[in-house]
């Protein structure tokens, strides 16, 4: 019988990947930093049993079509947009993702991204460096407290579960909207449910948590932005086209808001030039959420094992449904 084999987008630590080299042939995209280019992926997908994938890999349906023996995509993130899912489907293919393995480093990452903006650090750290620190002045480089705020959390899932209890230790209000409620998260850390333009509209710090599909492309948008407090505080960590960047960029220009912690852009990665990061007051990060070194070994392991349940012709432990 053929020996499967396996494809892998992205060059991972060889002791995480040796079970695949025991199970069939493997072949890796060598470099860390540098997306295969899609040409490669067309080839690689048409001999391909196994895909291991990850976020900046479009597995649309065109690349499908030319799979003739690929059984299983399993992609290390938690978010899956980047894969079309029902043309996989069709082709039985399985999915597989990595939830609640990066939930707390996620949402880490979010609470210092919401600290680091509403306490404009990225703004001192320049200044210290580019030796602009005259001496301690009254209103130098104040910003917006963190305890006692309220906090607005779209979509409250695993992550948003994880950043509400993080803000329990900061004494903030909780509020959240979702599009089912969540009893047993408004019990454990005391939030409470509202309609979406209350959140906006009342919210010192708006958090965006929710995954990125058709119905929430530009849920923030002009509109949205208009609502919020001119002194709050947006935070994004889920996915970057959830965002109208525009209207981000005028609002956070015209003091609709006060300023926007970022670790996700609509086109990833973003350069100097983009307008956002021509703002002082948006601090952000290059996609790094679940980024500490536990959870991505953590994350590439259980690709690792859908893998191998896939090519066993087992259920993948944590399937994508359509
Ligand atoms: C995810 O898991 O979806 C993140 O965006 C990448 O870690």
């Not at 979010?110 to 030796?131: H, S």
């Not at 010192?204 to 509109?223: A, G, I, S």
């Not at 590439?300 to 094992?305: C, H, K, Q, R, S």
Request: hydrophobic share 40%; net charge negative.
């Amino acid at each position: 019988m053929k020996q499967p084999y396996v494809f892998i987008t992205r060059r991972i630590p060889e002791d995480i990947i040796t079970p695949l080299k025991a199970e069939g042939r493997v072949s890796m995209w060598e470099k860390e930093e540098t997306p295969v280019p899609y040409e490669r992926l067309e080839e690689e997908i048409k001999k391909a049993d196994a895909v291991f994938c990850n976020v900046s890999d479009p597995i649309d349906a065109a690349l499908l079509e030319k799979a003739e023996r690929l059984k299983v995509i399993a992609t290390m993130a938690v978010g899956y947009n980047n894969i079309d899912i029902q043309a996989a489907a069709e082709r039985n293919i399985q999915v597989a993702h990595t939830p609640g393995v990066l939930t707390e480093t996620t949402a880490d990452l979010t609470f210092a991204l919401l600290m680091a903006a509403a306490r404009r650090i990225p703004e001192g750290i320049e200044v210290i460096k580019n030796n602009e620190w005259g001496a301690w002045a009254p209103f130098f480089l104040t910003g917006r407290d963190i305890h006692h705020a309220r906090l607005g959390i779209i979509g409250m899932g695993r992550i948003g579960e994880a950043v509400a209890k993080r803000a329990t230790g900061f004494d903030m209000d909780i509020v959240y909207h979702n599009r089912s409620r969540k009893p047993e998260t408004e019990e454990a850390v005391g939030a409470v449910y509202v309609e979406m333009e209350e959140l906006l509209e009342t919210s010192d710090f708006v958090c965006v948590q929710t995954p990125y599909t058709k119905e929430t492309h530009h849920l923030m948008n002009r509109e949205a932005f208009q609502k919020m407090k001119s002194t709050a505080v947006f935070v994004n960590t889920s996915r970057g086209p959830i965002v109208d960047e525009t209207a981000l960029y005028e609002a956070l220009k015209e003091g609709d808001i006060q300023a926007a912690g970022l670790d996700v852009f609509e086109n990833e990665p973003v350069r100097s030039n983009h307008p956002l990061l021509t703002l002082p007051n948006v601090t952000a990060l290059p996609h790094i959420g679940s980024a500490s070194e536990d959870t991505r070994r953590k994350m590439a392991e259980m690709t690792v094992g859908h893998i191998l349940q896939g090519l066993r012709g087992e259920d993948v432990a944590h399937k994508v449904e359509m």
